[in-house]
């Protein structure tokens, strides 16, 4: 008896692992399938990537030796590759688009990094962190966009 209910016991525990465990190895591959798509991208360009974060809806990265960024944003419809000189770049900024929500105040609908050029009569580029549209919760996406655009500027200070 005490061996049928011990069984009973470990299929029910296997049971309600199975879905932590298959979100876990889909994320594995999700994130091993990014970093392969980032590295080529850099690639392509005569880099590496030093340093990278990788997230659901985007991957970036970036080579200090060299200093340039590489970005990959994907939504529902494309996947869009940035590669991004940093010798061309004057300034990075974050940019919150929020929209006021009534009584529960103001919600973050998008998250942009924003690089302007040294050039002003080139268009600024905007990777593009957040999206309502693309992903409905905001995780580490403000932690990340902090964290790159000190990265990035601190790279344009030793430009300088």
């Not at 419809?77 to 991004?84: L, M, N, Y």
Request: proline content about 1%.
């Amino acid at each position: 008896m005490e061996l049928g209910t011990t069984l009973i016991g470990i299929i029910c525990v296997a049971i309600c692992a199975m879905p932590f465990v298959l979100t876990n190895r889909s994320r594995k591959k999700i994130v091993k399938h990014q970093l392969i798509a980032l590295k080529d991208l850099a690639k392509q360009h005569n880099c590496e990537i030093t340093q990278h974060d990788i997230y659901s809806y985007y991957a970036i990265g970036i080579d200090e030796f060299n200093n340039s960024i590489s970005f990959i944003s994907k939504d529902e419809e494309a996947v869009k590759e940035q590669f991004i000189n940093l010798s061309t770049i004057s300034r990075c900024k974050i940019v919150n688009i929020s929209k006021s929500r009534g009584k529960s105040g103001k919600q973050i609908d998008e998250l942009y990094l924003k690089l302007s050029f040294i050039d002003k009569t080139k268009p600024d580029i905007m990777l593009e962190f957040y999206n309502t549209e693309v992903s409905y919760q905001l995780g580490e996406e403000l932690q990340s966009i902090d964290k790159w655009n000190k990265i990035i500027n601190n790279l344009l200070k030793v430009k300088e």
